[in-house]
């Protein structure tokens, strides 16, 4: 089955930018989504279709995907964007849905 | 209010059974796929059954294939995931999510129902 590989961890000073890389093979083929989690809060969607954002996510956020990883950004990082990331697509081979281990945003 | 409130977990032994449901309100339910993802304790979120709107297209994860079954009730706005032949693996936070047209990202999760599986 179709594997996703994130960081487990990524740390940033507030207002610097964060990255945070999916990869897998031929990802860039795929549509990417990703995913906020907060403790205690269930999932929300950040980015979806590689790119778009939903309404009332801040343009703060940014998603990009080709090659063998899909990067979603955070530019000038604020104390509440400290969460758990997951990236996800649907692997049309096998036909499943698929995440990413997750990678937990600390905001120094 | 758009919503999904998801019910039926609790403690269950070792090779028993559970169902578990999730209610969905606000919008028109049966035009939308939509999945159980779960999350153990202190791990990260694992997608594990998906299910057309129509209800006649199934998805699973290798894992659970043969134990879980997704079914729907459009009717009654009203989404299941039957488990059988529960395993210590499957304890986790059960969350059921909507996904948006054409099979894209889940848009609205639930809050989730918890499965404790222990003897």
């Known amino acids: ?3 996703l590989s994130q960081p487990p961890s990524v ?3 507030p207002g610097e930018t964060a990255r945070i890389t999916c990869g897998g093979n031929s990802i860039g083929s795929k549509t990417v989504h990703w995913y906020q989690q907060k403790p205690g809060r269930a999932p929300m969607v950040v980015i979806y ?4 954002r939903p309404s ?5 956020f940014s998603g990009s995907n080709s090659g063998n990883a899909a990067t979603l950004s955070i530019t000038r990082v604020e104390a509440g964007d400290e969460a758990d990331y997951y990236c996800q697509v649907w692997d049309n081979v096998s036909d499943q849905r698929v995440f990413g281990g997750g990678t937990k945003l600390t905001v120094l | 209010e758009v919503q999904l409130v998801e019910s039926g977990g609790g403690l269950a032994q070792p090779g028993g059974s559970l169902r ?3 209610a969905a309100s606000g919008f028109t339910f049966s035009s939308y796929a939509m999945s159980w993802v779960r999350q153990a304790p202190g791990k990260g979120l694992e997608w594990v059954s998906a ?10 994860t290798d894992s659970v294939k043969g134990r879980f079954t997704i079914s729907r009730d459009n009717s009654k706005n009203t989404l299941f995931l039957q488990i059988n032949r529960l395993r210590a693996e499957d304890t986790a936070r059960y969350y059921c999510a909507k996904a948006q047209l054409g099979g894209g990202a889940f848009d609205m999760w639930g809050q989730g ?3 404790t599986v222990s003897s």
């Open chain 1, 56 to 60: 009332g996510i801040p343009e703060r």
């Open chain 2, 113 to 115: 129902t918890v499965v």
């Open chain 1, 11 to 13: 740390s940033v000073a």
């Open chain 2, 20 to 22: 578990l449901s999730c």
């Open chain 2, 51 to 60: 299910l057309s709107g129509s209800g006649s297209r199934t998805y699973y």
């Open chain 1, 49 to 52: 279709y590689n790119s778009d």
């Open chain 1, 1 to 3: 089955s179709y594997v």
